[in-house]
């Protein structure tokens, strides 16, 4: 979609150089893994800003949810796309991660030189509980605003029981989740309807965005073709440019298939995704040791958006 088609009303709020801006702020305070970046994106574009509605963000965060890959960057993409249009969803996926790209070098290169004494190891220990601290309330934040009543928090508990204590398959989790979701609605609409969540006044200020500029009511082929020419460029160029630098069967072009492969079989998110990436990494292609995935991890954790 061309950014005149983004929506007047959208783009009269928000102006691309302005959400630029809000876009790279945020990418300096997503520290936490996926938790804090959503309660940061919640924080700023919602609460602060108001350039979209409560009930739209929540509803945008479902949906990533059950796409592959990791679903912080994801609604970053989608919700810079509802506000300025294509351009709007490529800066915002891309300046969402650019930091956390940045910091990881340095910190991956701090730990690959001095990784063994005493005062690297005494900061990212603790750096740990930090982060820590940093997700419980970013899990509590966001689960307030979801929330709203009894029922919902009962399938929220269910669903974790379901997880951590019975081992249940994530898909079979949120295919039951969704069932009862609709059966709840056709029952007591009420209960699964949005609401204001944990100090949040149902009267409150509206968004200075309503959900309907933001949505865009005559799709047609033309444009999700561009859109996904665009995604499949940007995905793909990379990799490419890549394999013609160093070659088709160096580590850096199969690091570059396995990661794009891997953004399309992963579902659940991005915890999901840890799992498959160790078994893989360290298993089948062997590029690390599982110490060292392991560390990886708390190193991921540190820095801003992953």
Request: proline share 5%; aromatic share 10%; with cysteine.
């Amino acid at each position: 979609m061309t950014d005149t088609e983004a929506g007047a009303s959208a783009r009269d709020v928000v102006p691309f150089r302005d959400a630029v801006r809000a876009w790279f702020v945020i990418s300096l305070q997503t520290f936490g893994g996926p938790a804090g970046q959503i309660a940061v994106m919640q924080r700023h574009l919602v609460d602060e800003r108001r350039w979209i509605g409560q009930r739209r963000f929540l509803h945008a965060l479902n949906y990533c949810m059950l796409l592959p890959g990791p679903e912080a960057q994801q609604l970053a993409i989608y919700v810079g796309w509802l506000l300025n249009g294509l351009r709007g969803g490529l800066v915002a996926g891309t300046l969402f991660v650019l930091p956390g790209v940045v910091a990881l070098l340095v910190l991956s290169a701090v730990y690959v030189g001095f990784g063994d004494t005493t005062a690297v190891t005494a900061v990212f220990a603790g750096l740990a509980p930090a982060v820590v601290a940093v997700v419980a309330q970013a899990v509590w934040r966001v689960g307030g605003r979801a929330l709203t009543n009894r029922v919902l928090v009962g399938f929220a508990v269910a669903a974790f029981l379901a997880l951590a204590v019975f081992g249940v398959p994530f898909p079979i989790v949120v295919a039951v989740a969704a069932l009862a979701g609709w059966a709840l609605h056709r029952r007591s609409p009420h209960l699964s309807a949005g609401g204001a969540g944990h100090g949040e006044k149902p009267g409150g200020p509206q968004p200075l965005i309503s959900d309907d500029a933001l949505h865009h009511d005559q799709p047609s082929a033309r444009r999700a073709g561009v859109v996904l020419a665009a995604g499949l460029l940007a995905w793909f160029l990379p990799v490419a440019v890549v394999a013609a630098a160093t070659g088709t069967g160096s580590v850096y072009t199969q690091q570059g298939l396995f990661f794009s492969g891997t953004a399309v079989v992963t579902f659940g998110g991005a915890y999901a995704v840890l799992a498959f990436v160790a078994q893989r990494a360290v298993e089948h292609y062997a590029w690390l040791s599982a110490g060292d995935m392991v560390r990886g991890l708390a190193l991921a954790e540190s820095p801003p958006a992953r």
